[in-house]
């Protein structure tokens, strides 16, 4: 199943119809609601999905935004957050998201999980990759002081994520909603990707999933510290779908696909037709680019 984000259109629109209609017009029967979908665009979101127009695949957590916020903040609140105050509105907002999906008749939320406090490695390591300086040696050493620094201090975020999502886990199972733990594309979020499969043994339910975003590993595999394909691989029986982009060198994410680096092809053997594949693309992609990337795509992975 292919959907597509509205991460795309909803800062354009002012009626969720015409966000809708704008995606279905493109060609999709499904679109993802993402989190920058405000509270007054959901009156004509029910209106598009009551009347049979579209169907929604996916929701972003959190969605519709918190009252008062008007931009996307996927981390506005954060289940690693060591205030418990926070923690609590992570929650609350969640579990709006999870009444949300109810009514849309959503089957799956996208999650962000967390990071860890440490400085930005990722930025910095990606500002030396555009000047050229991957293989010099104060690049290994920045990566290898980023690696140490965050599997010192992970261990207590990871833990509060945890407990984060066993708080809200009986919610998703009673009404039946797929929880997609998505990979991130900066150093200091969790899970770290080692990590993953420790997440899914202990809290096994099989309402929790992976969530698989190609530009976020492709940045990872640019950075050096993962590659992509084995990554997917490894987690290939809890994959539920995937966030589509590409990735122009070294971290300009949400491109088309097709005008970047990653290899789409080699992902091809791990993609299923029940999977959810949304793409996930840039606002500021005019349509036709828009068109062209999914048409990049889909002569790779099918039509289905």
Same mark, same amino acid.
Not at 210 to 236: M, P, T, V
Not at 256 to 269: H, I
């Given at each position: 199943?292919?959907?597509?984000?509205? /991460?795309?259109?909803?800062?354009?629109?002012?009626?969720?119809?015409?966000?809708?209609?704008?995606?279905?017009? @493109?060609?999709?029967?499904?679109?993802?609601?993402?989190? #920058?979908? &405000?509270?007054?665009? *959901?009156? #004509?979101?029910?209106?598009?999905?009551?009347?049979?127009?579209?169907? @929604?695949?996916?929701?972003?957590?959190? %969605?519709?935004?918190?009252?008062?916020?008007n931009?996307?903040?996927?981390?506005?609140?954060?289940?690693?957050?060591?205030?418990? &105050?926070?923690?609590?509105?992570?929650?609350?907002?969640?579990?709006?998201?999870?009444?949300?999906? !109810?009514r849309?008749?959503?089957?799956?939320?996208?999650?962000?999980?967390?990071?860890?406090?440490?400085?930005?490695?990722?930025?910095?390591?990606?500002e030396?990759? =555009?000047?050229? +300086?991957?293989?010099?040696?104060?690049?290994?050493?920045? /990566?290898?002081?980023?690696?140490?620094t965050?599997?010192?201090?992970k +261990?207590?975020?990871? +833990? &509060?994520?945890? +407990?984060?999502?066993?708080?809200?886990?009986?919610?998703?199972?009673?009404?039946?909603?797929?929880?997609? /733990?998505?990979?991130?594309?900066?150093? =200091? !979020? @969790?899970?770290?990707?080692?990590?993953?499969q420790?997440?899914?043994?202990?809290?096994?339910?099989?309402?929790?999933?992976?969530?698989?975003? /190609?530009?976020?590993?492709?940045i990872?595999?640019?950075l050096?510290?993962?590659?992509?394909?084995?990554?997917?691989?490894?987690l290939?029986e809890?994959?539920a #779908?995937?966030?589509?982009?590409?990735?122009?060198?070294?971290?300009r994410?949400?491109?088309?696909? #097709?005008?970047?680096?990653?290899?789409?092809?080699?992902?091809?053997?791990? *993609?299923?037709?029940?999977?959810?594949?949304?793409?996930?693309?840039s606002?500021?992609?005019?349509? !036709?680019?828009?068109? %062209?990337?999914?048409?990049?795509?889909?002569l @790779?992975?099918?039509?289905?």
């Amino acid at each position: 199943m292919y959907s597509f984000s509205t /991460c795309w259109n909803s800062h354009r629109h002012t009626d969720g119809r015409a966000m809708l209609r704008e995606i279905r017009d @493109i060609g999709f029967e499904y679109a993802e609601l993402s989190h #920058g979908v &405000r509270i007054s665009l *959901v009156p #004509g979101i029910l209106e598009a999905v009551n009347a049979g127009e579209i169907k @929604i695949s996916s929701l972003h957590n959190f %969605c519709p935004l918190p009252l008062g916020v008007n931009n996307a903040a996927p981390n506005l609140y954060e289940f690693s957050d060591e205030r418990e &105050r926070q923690r609590e509105l992570a929650i609350k907002h969640t579990l709006k998201t999870f009444e949300f999906a !109810e009514r849309v008749k959503a089957p799956l939320i996208v999650l962000h999980l967390g990071s860890i406090e440490m400085k930005d490695y990722t930025g910095k390591l990606s500002e030396m990759l =555009e000047r050229g +300086e991957k293989n010099l040696p104060k690049y290994e050493k920045l /990566c290898a002081e980023a690696s140490k620094t965050r599997e010192a201090k992970k +261990e207590k975020f990871f +833990e &509060r994520t945890k +407990e984060t999502l066993r708080a809200i886990l009986p919610e998703a199972e009673k009404r039946g909603l797929k929880l997609g /733990c998505e990979n991130r594309q900066a150093l =200091e !979020e @969790i899970p770290v990707e080692s990590d993953f499969q420790f997440l899914f043994r202990e809290i096994s339910s099989p309402n929790i999933v992976y969530w698989h975003d /190609c530009g976020h590993a492709q940045i990872k595999e640019n950075l050096g510290f993962i590659n992509h394909k084995l990554h997917l691989e490894s987690l290939r029986e809890k994959l539920a #779908g995937f966030h589509v982009h590409d990735v122009q060198f070294p971290a300009r994410d949400h491109a088309a696909p #097709g005008t970047g680096t990653v290899d789409f092809a080699a992902l091809k053997p791990f *993609v299923k037709p029940e999977h959810v594949k949304v793409f996930e693309l840039s606002p500021s992609l005019p349509t !036709e680019a828009v068109k %062209c990337g999914i048409a990049h795509l889909k002569l @790779i992975w099918g039509k289905e």
